[in-house]
């Protein structure tokens, strides 16, 4: 029997070490060459031991400057579009929480129906509509598609928080003469804070990597870090790996980073209402 347990750990171990190797040698192998010398990056056998280099990231900032300008498109727009879905998700799943209703039951199947469409479906008749609204290629409208199709996932989830919540506070906060709006305020937000702060997080890992909405409905106002990265990648002088993987780092690094220390709000959006009575 110890020897049983003790082999199922090492394979578990293993099976875990596998998934990391595999999941974090791509990100090491970027942010690795981003600081190789250009020859030195697919030089066979590969080159572990190497004089760091920041001339990618100098040759990044002379030659595409616009790749800074994009990065704070992606800022703003993921900003903008995290706060939409947050506030529209946890309004919508406080009402989901507290009313009962055929048709709210009902809605709630339709909008996990449409989180499934695929997002290529939505542009097609997305695209005519924004030219005649005059919004394409703006912040606006990036940050209304984005919490638009996170809305869905950020209700469900938000609704399972807020049942958590005893209806007993509800009751007791509306005795002491609060407003449906001073509760949801005063009392079901401060308590749902791990799920709006899980919700955060997907929409924000979510709108700083999309690339199709962006690719589609921007142009050069509003192009965001990975439009950019895509133009390097599709240049006509070639790509040059080492700028290439400069851009990549810087524009990954930051989501990493914060991905890390939000991990465990992660896992509480994913594990949502499974320990749920």
């Known amino acids: 029997m110890h020897r049983k347990r003790l ?12 998934i990391l190797v595999w999941s974090l ?30 001339q990618h990231y ?27 879905a947050v506030i529209a998700s946890t309004t919508a799943g406080y009402v989901y929480s507290r009313y009962n209703s055929r048709l709210l039951n009902a809605s709630i199947v339709y909008l996990i129906g449409v989180r499934l469409i695929p997002p290529i479906v939505v542009t097609l008749p997305l695209f005519p509509i924004v030219n005649w609204l005059g919004i394409n290629d703006t912040h606006f409208v990036l940050i209304v598609l984005y919490a638009t199709f996170f809305v869905s996932l950020g209700t469900v989830l938000m609704r399972t928080f807020i049942d958590q919540i005893p209806r007993e506070l509800d009751e007791a906060a509306a005795i002491d003469g609060a407003t449906r709006s001073t509760v949801l305020r005063r009392v079901i937000v401060p308590l ?44 006509i002088d070639g790509v040059d790996w080492g700028v290439l993987f400069a851009a990549s780092t810087l524009q990954l690094l930051p989501i990493l980073l914060f991905v890390v220390f939000m991990n465990r709000y992660l896992v509480a959006g994913l594990t949502a209402g499974a320990t749920k009575g």
């Open 7 to 18: 082999l199922i750990n090492v394979l578990k171990t293993i099976a875990v070490l596998a």
């Open 25 to 54: 040698f791509p990100i090491f192998f970027i942010v690795v060459s981003s600081l190789k010398a250009g020859h030195d990056i697919f030089a066979v056998p590969t080159k572990w031991f190497f004089e760091p280099t920041v």
């Open 58 to 84: 100098q040759r990044l900032v002379s030659a595409w400057p616009t790749f800074f300008s994009s990065l704070w498109n992606s800022t703003v727009i993921t900003a903008g579009a995290t706060a939409l």
């Open 192 to 235: 749902a804070a791990p799920g709006i702060i899980a919700v955060a997080v997907f929409v924000i890992v979510y709108a700083w990597n999309e690339f199709l909405f962006a690719f589609i409905f921007t142009a050069t106002r509003a192009k965001t870090a990975p439009l950019v990265i895509s133009e390097m990648i599709g240049s």
